[in-house]
C-alpha cells in the first residue's frame, strides 16, 4: 500500500498562491490521485481529481483557480492553487485510489488571511 506524504502548505494573504506536493512512497501509475481539504469542524470535501490517464475534475468552488497535476517519474502529485481565498483555509490531504486500495496522508495546513 502506497504512503503519502504532503508538503507545502503555509500561511498566505488573500489572492496569493500555494503549490501543494504529494510524495508517493513507490509508483502511482496504477492510483487515481485526488486532493481533498477539510475545514474546522466541516467534512472533508474533495476538491480535485486525476485520473491514471491524466483527466482532471475539480469542485466548482476552485475551477480556474486551482490545477491539479501529475508526475508518475517522480511519483508526486502536485496542486497549485492561485487566486486563493479565505474560505480555502483548510487542512488538505493527499488521496490515492486504486483496484484495491486507498491510501491518505497526514495533511497540511492551508490558511488564507484576509
Known amino acids: 500500500q502506497v504512503q503519502l506524504v504532503e508538503s507545502g502548505g503555509g500561511l498566505v494573504q488573500a489572492g496569493g498562491s500555494l503549490r501543494l506536493s504529494c510524495a508517493a512512497s513507490?509508483?502511482?501509475?496504477?492510483?487515481?490521485m485526488n486532493w481533498y481539504r477539510q475545514a474546522p469542524g466541516k467534512q472533508r470535501d474533495l476538491v480535485a481529481s486525476?485520473?491514471?490517464?491524466?483527466?482532471?475534475n475539480y469542485v466548482d468552488s476552485v475551477k480556474g483557480r486551482f490545477t491539479i497535476s501529475r508526475e508518475n517519474a517522480e511519483n508526486t502529485v502536485y496542486l497549485q492553487m492561485n487566486s486563493l481565498k479565505p474560505e480555502d483555509t483548510a487542512v488538505y490531504y493527499c488521496n490515492a485510489v486504486s483496484s484495491f486500495y486507498t491510501s491518505w496522508g497526514q495533511g497540511t495546513q492551508v490558511t488564507v488571511s484576509s
Open positions: 513507490k509508483s502511482i501509475r496504477q492510483y487515481a
Open positions: 486525476i485520473s491514471r490517464g491524466g483527466s482532471t
